[in-house]
């Protein structure tokens, strides 16, 4: 078995689209909620030198180690947590990091865990099935493939890797459990479907087991909400994904949280009372120059969608003159302490 974790490296992708989508400031705060090995981290805690601070999440604690050293001289103004980011919201208030100025998503997996061959993400290198980010999580890909009812594990490959084999694979399977190994798996996808062209034919089968092992699609959904709330005034959400499933989630939320009224087509008069909390920053997605896809071939499907935090009615500042108060609180920035109180008690209530 291979374990070429510390040989290998993870280049930051749209590194410098990123930093601009963020509007990185001196003496701000940043969530990177996707860590890695550190590399927009790094990038974050230089542009906003003097007095910025970094919280940095991963699911990984092999990815925070890596990051550690990288951030070494960074270390007064970094806290780095191993979690998931689907509890960011109770990550930050722990630590008293809210409002921020911006939040990170770089989706997925890095360069380190896809080609550590230990961890069992790829078909390139034989190794037991896993793809857990969190190696402290009990389900591993080997508990789907061999534990779910033949109907689930058919949607599971059809819906999350988008392949249009999905039964014959699904059968082949069935009928070969239990499969314990990466290379197991894709010979067996191999001779149930064939080889058509460059891409190897198990590329959609080991995405959707990935992706339904760490409950990628639901978790993100989630982040995302709780990550507008963590925002400050002009705060900026700034997300990467690197396939269509996600990148769906990421446009449609923030075109849902940038509209005013989403009542359905036709209503007279609005009943809903939304009102849009963020702005949308690309009306057109952000993707990698040819150069970047030269240089670092990962890159090639990366997706940039970014957002900047509005004030809205859930913000509150006091009641009095709103005008006024309003006035103030958006010179000073980006505070919104009614709204983040209310999230602060509903948290230490539950
Ligand atoms: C594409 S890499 C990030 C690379 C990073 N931006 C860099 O420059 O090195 C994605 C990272 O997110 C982590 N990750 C994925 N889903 C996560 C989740 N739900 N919670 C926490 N970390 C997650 C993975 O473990 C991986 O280290």
Redesign the pocket.
């Known amino acids: 078995m291979v374990n070429n974790r510390s040989a290998s490296s993870?280049t930051?992708?749209l590194l410098a689209e990123a930093l601009r989508a963020l509007a990185v400031q001196p003496g701000g705060r940043y969530v990177?909620?996707?860590?890695?090995?550190?590399?927009?981290?790094l990038a974050i805690l230089e542009h906003s030198s003097p007095g910025g601070q970094l919280l940095g999440?991963?699911?990984?604690p092999f990815?925070l180690e890596i990051?550690k050293g990288r951030l070494q001289q960074y270390k007064e103004s970094t806290l780095l947590v191993n979690?998931?980011?689907?509890n960011l919201q109770s990550i930050c208030i722990k630590y008293d990091f809210f409002p921020v100025h911006g939040i990170l998503l770089?989706?997925?997996?890095?360069s380190l865990?896809l080609n550590g061959g230990d961890r069992g993400f790829s078909f390139q290198y034989d190794a037991p099935l896993d793809m857990r980010?969190d190696p402290n999580q009990k389900i591993s890909a080997a508990d789907v493939v061999n534990s779910t009812p033949e109907a689930r594990l058919a949607q599971i490959i059809r819906t999350y890797g988008e392949e249009g084999h999905y039964n014959r694979i699904t059968r082949e399977i069935i009928k070969e459990r239990p499969i314990k190994t990466t290379r197991q798996l894709a010979e067996l996808i191999e001779k149930s479907i064939g080889r058509h062209g460059r891409i190897h034919p198990a590329t959609k089968t080991f995405q959707a087991l990935r992706i339904a092992v760490?409950h990628?699609l639901e978790?993100l959904e989630s982040?995302l909400r709780q990550a507008v709330d963590l925002l400050g005034y002009e705060g900026r959400l700034v997300v990467i994904s690197y396939h269509s499933l996600e990148d769906r989630i990421v446009k449609q939320f923030m075109q849902k949280e940038a509209k005013g009224c989403i009542c359905p087509p036709g209503t007279p008069i609005c009943v809903c009372g939304h009102t849009p909390r963020i702005r949308l920053i690309n009306k057109k997605v952000i993707t990698p120059a040819e150069a970047e896809i030269h240089t670092n071939p990962r890159s090639r499907s990366a997706k940039l969608r970014a957002a900047e935090r509005l004030t809205t009615q859930d913000d509150s500042y006091v009641t009095d003159d709103d005008h006024a108060l309003l006035t103030i609180a958006k010179s000073r920035g980006w505070r919104r302490p009614v709204l983040l109180e209310k999230i602060r008690m509903a948290f230490l209530a539950a």
């Open positions: 993870h930051p992708v990177d909620c996707t860590l890695g090995s550190g590399g927009h981290a999440i991963d699911a990984d990815a990051a979690d998931n980011f689907v770089d989706l997925g997996l890095s865990q980010f760490n990628e978790y982040a």
